[in-house]
């Protein structure tokens, strides 16, 4: 099956400072989204990019599939932005989820 | 919109019994829904797929006589843990898409289960 991998496996921030998180995947996909887990457990959809670029605010995201890896960049990131990000890939529908990023982020 | 929720949010059992959870799509159809579990510090694992009028795929590893899943409308899935045990204590999550032809899924807020 697709293999998954997300690094860095955890990380410290600083409010304000940039992060950029990567998932490399094993296999020709369809199918990429990032997710962000809060602490509490809520999944929260933050991009469905299976290629090419796309940027929501402090977050943007690009997917090279041809090289099968995508890139998660946050800017000046909040505390709120603490938890774990998910990137989760597929032939179709059906996702496998990464091993995650854990990101703190201190005030 | 695309809101999912689940219930109960968290559950706890004695060894033996059966727990019902249910994933509800708040404000779409939902064709096909799928059920994740989370163990402490990990990542999600797919259970299964269940499409609506029909039985669900279980993946690889799953017991489907364990793990029962009934998607009984456009809108409700129920997944039962049946004569639960402590290794089945996890964090479930469901999500549902729109439409087959849609990749997106949106998730649950998840059901932590504990088993004594």
């Known amino acids: 099956g697709i293999q998954v991998e997300q690094s860095p496996p955890d990380l410290i921030l600083q409010e304000g400072a940039n992060s950029t998180l990567r998932c490399n995947f094993s296999?020709?996909?369809?199918?990429l989204q990032w997710f962000h887990q809060n602490p509490w457990g809520q999944l929260i959809n933050l991009f469905y990019?299976?290629?090419g670029t796309k940027q929501n605010g402090r977050l943007s995201a690009t997917t090279v599939a041809t090289e099968r890896y995508s890139l998660l960049y946050i800017s000046s990131s909040q505390t709120t932005d603490s938890g774990v990000y998910f990137c989760a890939v597929g032939p179709t529908d059906k996702l496998i989820f990464g091993t995650g990023t854990r990101l703190q982020v201190f005030p | 919109g695309a809101v999912v929720s689940q219930h109960p949010s968290r559950v706890i059992c004695k060894s033996g019994t059966s727990v019902k959870i249910e994933c509800r799509s708040l404000d779409f159809q939902a064709t096909t829904m799928f059920w994740y579990r989370q163990f402490p510090k990990q990542s999600l694992m797919l259970m299964a797929t269940s499409n609506e009028g029909s039985k669900a795929t279980y993946e690889q590893g799953v017991e489907k006589d364990k793990f029962l899943i009934n998607h009984a409308s456009l809108t409700l899935s129920t997944l039962t843990v049946t004569s639960a045990h402590p290794e089945d204590s996890s964090f479930y999550i469901c999500?549902?898409?729109?439409?087959?032809?849609?990749?997106?899924?949106?998730f649950g807020p998840g059901t932590r289960l504990t088993v004594l």
């Open positions: 990019i299976p290629s």
């Open positions: 296999d020709s996909v369809n199918n």
């Open positions: 999500s549902a898409s729109y439409d087959r032809n849609s990749d997106t899924q949106y």
